[in-house]
């Protein structure tokens, strides 16, 4: 049998405290963000009231990312990602990352 999408694997138990977004969400600290943009992309907005440390974690889930259905993550709010107020745009199939709220203003690319 091939497993064609991460749901697979959830459904067969192989993968454990992932969610699996499909449509636009707003994300807690500690998710684990499974991306599926096969039917287009979507938006996922950090936290609003992020803490020092908090942590969203994201991954491609069927290597759905590209250009044209790209993932946005987006901080709702005035607070930066790396730096800049524009959202991130996330194209490249098979990405994983994770945003790190600094404590000040600023979510910063961390390891996944």
């Known amino acids: 049998m091939t497993k064609s999408f991460v749901s697979d694997y959830l ?3 192989e993968v454990r405290g992932w969610k699996i977004i499909s449509t636009n969400y707003i994300a807690f600290d500690g998710d684990k963000l499974l991306i ?3 039917t287009g992309s979507l938006i996922v907005t950090l936290p609003p009231t992020p803490a ?3 942590t969203v974690e994201f991954s491609d889930g ?3 990312a ?3 259905k790209p993932l946005v993550v987006t901080t709702g709010n005035s607070f930066t ?3 800049t107020l ?3 745009i996330v194209d490249t199939k098979n990405a994983s990352f994770a945003l790190t709220f600094d404590g ?3 979510w910063r690319l961390t390891e996944a």
Do not use: K, P
Request: hydrophobic share 35%.
């Open 11 to 13: 459904n067969a138990g």
């Open 52 to 54: 020092f440390g908090f």
């Open 62 to 64: 069927g290597n759905f």
């Open 36 to 38: 599926d943009t096969s």
């Open 104 to 106: 000040t203003d600023d």
């Open 81 to 83: 990602i790396q730096g």
């Open 86 to 88: 524009e959202d991130l």
């Open 66 to 68: 590209a250009v044209g």
